[in-house]
Nanobody, 118 residues
Framework: QVQLVESGGGLVQPGGSLRLSCAAS????????MGWYRQAPGKERELVAV???????NYADSVKGRFTISRDNPKRSVYLQMNSLKPEDTAVYYC????????????WGQGTQVTVSS
């Protein structure tokens, strides 16, 4: 079965940086879109950044110019470099991937906590 495992979350001060990583494991035929979502307490899960296969990245307006998404397809991994972090970035960050085994479907990681506080 496919698993998505995130790492790199933690506690940082405002203005600091973190780099999140997500690696896909298990049997799969193809990996398509990979990206990151986040969910803060009392709020719905929202898109942060998505990197299509061979395409241009898409970012939420709130993170443009501060966050950068990248992929390493041979390693089946996606990364999120987060700079100039703000308290409002505090959330659980989830890795998302569209993966084909027999059929194309969306998979989610279990999430990693990012807390921005002084």
């Amino acid at each position: 079965q496919v698993q998505l495992v995130e790492s790199g979350g933690g506690l940082v001060q405002p203005g600091g940086s973190l780099r999140l990583s997500c690696a896909a494991s298990g049997n799969m035929f193809s990996i398509y879109d990979m990206g990151w979502y986040r969910q803060a307490p009392g709020k719905e899960r929202e898109l942060v950044a998505v990197m299509p296969t061979g395409g241009r990245a898409n970012y939420a307006d709130s993170v443009k110019g501060r966050f950068t998404i990248s992929r390493d397809n041979p390693k089946r991994s996606v990364y999120l470099q987060m700079n100039s972090l703000k308290p409002e970035d505090t959330a659980v960050y989830y890795c998302k991937a569209e993966i084909q085994i027999q059929y194309r479907a969306r998979y989610w990681g279990q999430g990693t906590q990012v807390t921005v506080s002084s």
